[in-house]
């Protein structure tokens, strides 16, 4: 079962973009979830997780500037990216932490750039 992260686009920097991720109870359930991104020729990295009672962990790359929520009931798990950067862009996909192998959708694409 994919998990889809949707709400991507293209921002200028110091922009901001809200990425949304779904899934089925199943899926989420009491499972840590996290953001993971990968840039052209890099490889996938997590940027921000929340554990099933909300506590956060992110990158020291984004921290202050990315905030990850979940909303238990609806199964739906947001990234908040503010103050964007020309580095920030990628893909990014939502998954458990550890990440499911089976779960890997096919990602939103955030470009900053001006």
């Known amino acids: 079962v994919q998990l889809q992260a949707s709400g991507g686009g293209l921002v200028q920097p110091g922009g901001s973009l809200r990425l949304s991720c779904a899934a089925s109870?199943?899926?989420?359930?009491?499972?840590?979830v996290a953001w993971y991104r990968q840039a052209p020729g890099k490889q996938r990295e997590m940027v921000a997780a929340?554990?099933?009672?909300?506590?956060?962990n992110y990158a020291d790359s984004v921290r202050g500037r990315f905030a990850i929520t979940r909303d238990s009931a609806k199964n739906i798990v947001s990234l908040q990216m503010s103050s964007l950067e020309p580095e920030d862009t990628a893909v990014y996909y939502c998954?458990?932490?550890?990440?499911?192998?089976?779960?890997w959708g096919q990602g939103t694409q955030v470009t900053v750039s001006s």
């Open positions: 109870g199943r899926i989420f359930g009491t499972a840590t």
């Open positions: 929340i554990t099933n009672d909300g506590r956060t």
């Open positions: 998954n458990t932490a550890p990440p499911r192998e089976n779960c």
